[in-house]
Nanobody
Framework: QVQLVESGGGLVQAGGSLRLSCAAS????????MGWFRQAPGKERKFVAA????????YAADSMNGRFTISRDNAKNTAYLQINSLKPEDTAVYYC???????????????????WGQGTQVTVSS
């Protein structure tokens, strides 16, 4: 059974930083590209960033303005999302996802991902 479990969310003041983790089990982690998405209340789930199977290539949505960094540790079966200079508009549930048929050209499409975590809440206070 494949499981993706996010952690590291919480309440943080604007300007602060968070590092989200996504622990994977039940799959060959190094065979899957990983992505992070977020969903604010009442809004659609949106792409944040993605990373290739080896971790050698990454891609982030332009709207993230360089504040988001995705990484992975295949030895630990874990993907990460570092978020710096947090803003109130970053408040959302953050989800990680895994894809074994991934292409960067379709990284932002939810349908490219085979497995999803349950999400972790990030709340940024002003």
């Amino acid at each position: 059974q494949v499981q993706l479990v996010e952690s590291g969310g919480g309440l943080v003041q604007a300007g602060g930083s968070l590092r989200l983790s996504c622990a994977a089990s039940g799959l060959t982690f190094s065979s899957y590209a990983m992505g992070w998405f977020r969903q604010a209340p009442g809004k659609e789930r949106k792409f944040v960033a993605a990373i290739s199977r080896s971790g050698g290539s990454t891609y982030a949505a332009d709207s993230m303005n360089g504040r988001f960094t995705i990484s992975r540790d295949n030895a630990k079966n874990t993907a990460y999302l570092q978020i710096n200079s947090l803003k109130p508009e970053d408040t959302a549930v953050y989800y990680c996802a895994a894809s074994n048929r991934f292409t960067f050209g379709r990284a932002a499409l939810l349908t490219q991902y085979d497995y999803w975590g349950q999400g972790t809440q990030v709340t940024v206070s002003s």
